[in-house]
């Protein structure tokens, strides 16, 4: 069964930074091409950025909003995914979920995690 | 930048067959995907590709797509099918895009 649990999420500042982590477990993450997506409070879903497996590069893509601020990262001998968020600001409060895909712009997001809220608050 | 849009709202009676539509400029040539997500919980993949289902979704999900519209199709409503539905497609100018989502109501 494919599990994504999220941590690290919390309160900080704006102008502050904050990793969260997410650990997957019952699929090979290695091989997987895995993303962030955040949802505002009442608000819908917004992509935030997409890694891809290192046997297929290993790279990575942003949404326009946070590129320059977020970093995702993986190590792949701890089965574990990282957005690395800098320069918080009020707009970036959300629930962060991890996701596995896309594989290419034909694919969904296939699993989600249960999320971690991210609150950018003076 | 590329814009899907939902209606906000869905109603439907208890076993009957709602549908909720997803627009967007040229989305005849793109594939759509289709979450449904219930209060306080992590989005759900229902429909991929237009109209395929994964496993363990219900048959009484499916999706179809006709000129600039696709629809995603509820039969036989459940008070369990109650949740917000978003499509999602991705275009050359935005990457990855979300529907603002659709609120079902089963009455």
């Known amino acids: 069964e494919v599990q994504l649990v999220e941590s690290g999420g919390g309160l900080v500042k704006p102008g502050g930074s904050l990793r969260l982590s997410c650990a997957a477990s019952?699929?090979?993450?290695?091989?997987?091409?895995m993303s962030w997506v955040r949802q505002a409070p009442g608000k819908g879903l917004e992509w935030v950025g997409r890694?891809?497996?290192?046997?297929?590069?290993?790279?990575?893509e942003y949404a326009a909003p946070v590129k320059g601020r977020f970093t995702i990262s993986r190590d792949d001998s701890k089965n574990t995914l990282y957005l690395q968020m800098n320069s918080l600001k009020t707009e970036d409060t959300a629930v962060y979920y991890c996701?596995?895909?896309?594989?290419?712009?034909?694919?969904?997001?296939?699993?989600w995690g249960q999320g971690t809220l991210v609150t950018v608050s003076s | 930048s590329y814009e899907l849009t939902h209606p906000l709202s869905v109603s439907v009676a208890l076993g009957q067959t709602a549908k909720i539509t997803c627009g967007g400029n040229?989305?005849?040539?793109?594939?759509v995907h289709w979450y449904q997500q219930k209060p306080g919980q992590a989005p759900v993949l229902v429909i991929f590709?237009?109209?395929h289902r994964p496993s363990g979704i219900p048959e009484r999900f499916s999706g179809s797509k006709s000129g600039n519209t696709a629809t995603l199709t509820i039969s036989r409503a459940q008070a369990g099918d109650e949740a917000d539905y978003y499509c999602?497609?991705?275009?050359?100018?935005?990457?990855?895009?979300f529907g603002g989502g659709t609120k079902l109501t089963v009455l």
């Open positions: 890694i891809k497996s290192k046997t297929d590069d290993g790279t990575t």
């Open positions: 999602q497609v991705w275009d050359s100018s935005t990457a990855w895009v």
């Open positions: 019952g699929f090979t993450f290695s091989n997987a091409w």
């Open positions: 040229n989305i005849g040539s793109k594939n």
């Open positions: 590709r237009d109209t």
């Open positions: 996701t596995t895909g896309p594989y290419s712009e034909n694919y969904p997001f296939d699993y």
